[in-house]
């Protein structure tokens, strides 16, 4: 196989990481202003973030290790994707900066107001990627115009065209249901029921969804016949979502979603190779050859890459062993963090504010 | 403002600020790590509580500094895409690499060790703060590597056929010698932060607890904690010191024009003198720079280790650099890159003075690792003097404000040019590539000036809130006890270590 293509499929390979990974991260810190039950908001709340606390860091790295990846083999690719995505990107950016650190800062403050604004972060910083990496790798896909020196010229609201919208929901709704899914099989009680539920009606919005934006793409952008297995793949797997989210069967669920979003990078990768990123007119095309760098950078990526990334899955892989346990409201220790006002008891905040925790702790 | 303009103010407002928490970060985890590790060598609960206090203040450090360094990634492609047309295939390597070696493990460990400390055993979880020590400096080395590369172009060659840099060896770029140099300057720099801040805050906090009658606690658990930030002060002092005269050495022969542009000097010179004083008028060129406290033959020493040596001033580098250039262009029919304006030197004000800012602030943790060295010489004594309290406070954003400046003097002094072109012996012709010529050409002014709106407000409230997180977190102390979490230690008080119905003994 060319070294292109080894990167091409890399590439994908990371992308994957990515989606299937803080796609669940995404999908339970969008439902945080969805799931909730008042009355206990502030423990569900804890649950449905400490689910996924020790992992979201180590899962937002494919993202880095994806856009160094593209650099590093495909900077053509990098710059004009980069440049001509501007907008969607600085968006992007403003919602992981928020995201990274309400996770962190959240506790701090033993405050009702100041984890309110924390949890908005949450939910701003997951909705707003969720939607804009499906607008953007339906574009990708789709083709955007580009000039001969592979400049994009066409504009930030010729990105906003029906398909990439729809694009746009699909990772949405397939987010929402893979961080459902996620969150029953990792808590207990009546937070994994709610999940169970939520993942029982939104699976079969998004089995139409995703199953109409797919048979689109394959139809309309798609230049070879066997993307279409991936097309099957992705439907029969999201039929199985739906049939063993209603059956309450989690894992086989979470294992389902996963196989999906794989089928989908399948197919959108799929379709777009050997281009990397399609032009309307097809002679300005980036492609694996005119976009990549050269042969000695890719061998060198190539051993790196083929050394480190098993390592880095045996390790990640490791840290959902250990914190493989259910969560339930009973494991969420009282609130640990100061407040401003020095004066002020913390645990007397958390009582006040009437969503503090059962366990009073110091 | 052009787009040009516009993007070089957005890299350097959100590259200083980022590194305003990326020092911290560097130099507090491995100070951590040897706490904890103190811990469990001795057992004694003293390090096990100045593990979680600092290992808070790392924490709230922390997010801010990975959350402002997804930017930095990102901002290449977005506002600097022809210098990544340029130099990717030489410069995306080091990134890559830093993602899937380092943000990978520190990611992942980080994750494991504040959510591990009732699930793993003992040794485990201390690993686990020391990979994440070991990541973040790994990390500050490929970083680095790639920056070094701009200013010191090596293991790559000129490609005239698609106009770009090429790389030809990856083992020169990861041993260029100016990696080599920045990077225990930049480490030893961030250990002098993190020594100080220690320091700082534990000697505020021991003279507090002195005066307030506490004199056991300032003993037994402020007093260690400002010997051990005293150490990785005078380590890092030292370290700093060392690699940045090795820096000057090796910058005097690949960018003479910084240098020269830091001393201010605009004539070339035998024996070129050190200012310590000038001032310039508001052209800010050569004709208006006059020298008022100067030390004779130092600069000339600093650059070769011979006061006599002569040293090439602005002026004769500039005519140098437009020769040299222009012949290169000429002689292989490639399209001229400049034009008669060009400058080839950077702002001498802001090269002058960043210098000497970041040297000054540099040696103000002197003054508390000074005070602290003859206050507590005896073993075991405390002191109550309030100054010293004070002293310690104000010491700790000194290697901050030395670290800022340090920046903005090697990015700034690199200027015009984004890929400095070396002379002799070590340059590549034709990889060198004006900044005006680096930045994206289909990105409107319009759409930079929102972002960097967007950035500057977003980065002034988080800004705050960190400021605020940090204060109250330093201000708090040290706990008056600490539980040990180990599994180990709750199969010793006859609990079961798998016990499903325990609360967590730390959750978000």
């Given at each position: 196989m060319e070294l292109t293509t080894v990167w091409f499929v890399l590439i994908a390979v990371l992308w994957t990481g990515y989606l299937v990974l803080e796609g669940f991260d995404f999908g339970v810190g969008m439902l945080l202003g969805i799931l909730p039950k008042k009355g206990d908001k502030e423990r569900e709340r804890r649950v449905m973030i400490n689910t996924i606390g020790p992992v979201w860091d180590g899962n937002e790295v494919w993202l880095l290790t994806a856009g160094g990846a593209t650099f590093a083999a495909f900077p053509e690719w990098y710059a004009t994707l980069f440049s001509g995505f501007y907008l969607p990107l600085f968006l992007i950016l403003l919602a992981l900066i928020v995201r990274v650190c309400a996770f962190e800062w959240r506790g701090k403050i033993n405050d009702a107001r100041w984890r309110a604004w924390a949890d908005r972060a949450l939910i701003f910083g997951s909705w707003l990627p969720s939607v804009l990496w499906g607008v953007a790798f339906a574009n990708i896909v789709r083709g955007v115009e580009l000039d001969a020196d592979h400049?994009?010229?066409?504009?930030?609201?010729?990105?906003?065209?029906p398909f990439a919208l729809l694009g746009g929901v699909v990772t949405t709704l397939i987010f929402l249901t893979h961080g459902a899914i996620f969150l029953a099989l990792k808590s207990d009680g009546d937070i994994r029921r709610r999940a169970g539920d939520f993942a029982a009606r939104s699976s079969v919005a998004t089995l139409v969804a995703a199953g109409a934006w797919a048979i689109w793409l394959q139809l309309?952008?798609?230049?070879?016949?066997?993307?279409w297995a991936a097309v099957a793949v992705a439907a029969v797997a999201l039929v199985l979502v739906v049939l063993a989210a209603r059956a309450r069967r989690e894992g086989q669920a979470f294992v389902a979603s996963a196989v999906a979003i794989v089928a989908a990078v399948v197919l959108i990768f799929g379709s777009l190779f050997p281009d990397v990123m399609p032009a309307f007119d097809a002679a300005n095309s980036l492609t694996v050859d005119n976009a990549a760098s050269t042969d000695y950078t890719l061998t060198v990526m190539t051993w790196v890459a083929v050394i480190l990334t098993p390592i880095v899955l045996l390790y990640q892989g490791w840290t959902y062993w250990v914190f493989r346990k259910r969560l339930t409201t009973e494991h969420i220790p009282a609130h640990t963090g100061l407040t401003?006002?020095?004066?002020?008891p913390a645990a007397v905040a958390g009582a006040s504010s009437g969503e503090g925790s059962g366990t009073i702790k110091e | 403002m052009d787009a040009l303009d516009l993007a070089r103010w957005q890299f350097g407002i959100t590259t200083v600020y980022h590194f305003i928490f990326v020092p911290l970060t560097i130099g507090l985890s491995p100070l951590v790590a040897i706490m904890q590790t103190l811990w469990y060598r001795t057992g004694n609960e003293r390090w096990l509580r100045l593990t979680k206090f600092f290992g808070k203040l790392l924490l709230i450090n922390f997010a801010i500094g990975v959350a402002t360094g997804i930017v930095q990634e990102f901002q290449f492609g977005m506002a600097w895409s022809e210098y990544s047309r340029f130099v990717g295939d030489v410069f995306g390597a080091p990134l890559a690499m830093e993602a899937l070696a380092a943000f990978f493990v520190e990611s992942t460990f980080l994750g494991l060790w504040i959510f591990g400390w009732d699930r793993l055993p003992k040794k485990i979880h201390l690993a686990c703060i020391w990979a994440v020590a070991l990541a973040t400096n790994l990390s500050a080395f490929f970083i680095l590597a790639a920056n070094s590369w701009m200013q010191h172009p090596v293991g790559v060659e000129y490609n005239f056929e698609t106009g770009r840099a090429e790389m030809n060896d990856i083992g020169a770029v990861l041993t260029n010698p100016t990696v080599l140099a920045a990077f225990p300057h930049t480490i030893t720099a961030a250990l002098l932060t993190a020594g100080t801040f220690v320091a700082g805050i534990a000697a505020w906090w021991m003279v507090k607890k002195v005066r307030s009658g506490d004199t056991a606690t300032a003993r037994d658990v402020y007093r260690p904690a400002v010997i051990l930030g005293l150490v990785a002060m005078l380590v890092g002092g030292a370290g700093v010191a060392v690699s940045g005269d090795q820096q000057a050495k090796l910058m005097f022969e690949q960018q003479p024009a910084k240098m020269a542009a830091a001393e201010g000097l605009c004539e070339s010179t035998d024996g070129a003198s050190f200012s310590i004083l000038a001032i310039g008028d508001?052209?800010?060129?050569?004709?208006g720079v006059r020298h008022l406290i100067e030390i004779p033959g130092l600069t000339s020493f600093l650059a070769t280790n011979d006061f006599d040596a002569p040293i090439r001033g602005v002026d004769e580098l500039q005519d140098y650099y437009a020769q040299w250039i222009r012949d290169w262009e000429e002689a292989n029919g490639v399209e001229a890159t400049f034009d008669d304006d060009t400058r080839f030197y950077p702002n001498l004000a802001i090269t002058y003075w960043s210098f000497r800012l970041m040297i000054g602030f540099g040696i103000g943790s002197a003054a508390l690792s000074l005070a602290a060295l003859w206050l507590l010489r005896k073993k075991g004594t405390v002191t109550d003097k309030q100054w010293f309290g004070t002293l310690g406070v104000a010491a700790i954003a000194t290697p901050f404000l030395a670290s800022a400046f340090g920046w903005i003097f090697t990015e700034m002094g690199r200027q015009p040019w984004v890929v400095a072109p070396n002379p002799d012996p070590s340059g590549v012709d034709g990889v060198w590539l004006l900044t005006a010529r680096g930045?994206?050409?289909?990105?409107?002014p319009a759409t930079i000036l929102i972002s960097l709106i967007g950035f500057t407000l977003l980065y002034g409230v988080l800004a705050v809130v960190w400021y605020r997180l940090m204060h109250r977190y330093a201000v708090e102390g040290v706990a008056e006890s600490e539980k040990d979490p180990s599994p180990e230690a709750r199969a010793a008080a006859g609990?079961?270590?798998?016990?499903?119905?325990s609360t967590l003994s730390f959750a978000y």
């Open positions: 400049q994009y010229v066409g504009g930030f609201f010729a990105l906003l065209n309309a952008y798609a230049d070879a016949a066997w993307t401003f006002r020095r004066d002020e | 508001l052209t800010n060129d050569c004709d930045v994206s050409v289909v990105t409107s609990r079961d270590g798998s016990d499903d119905d």
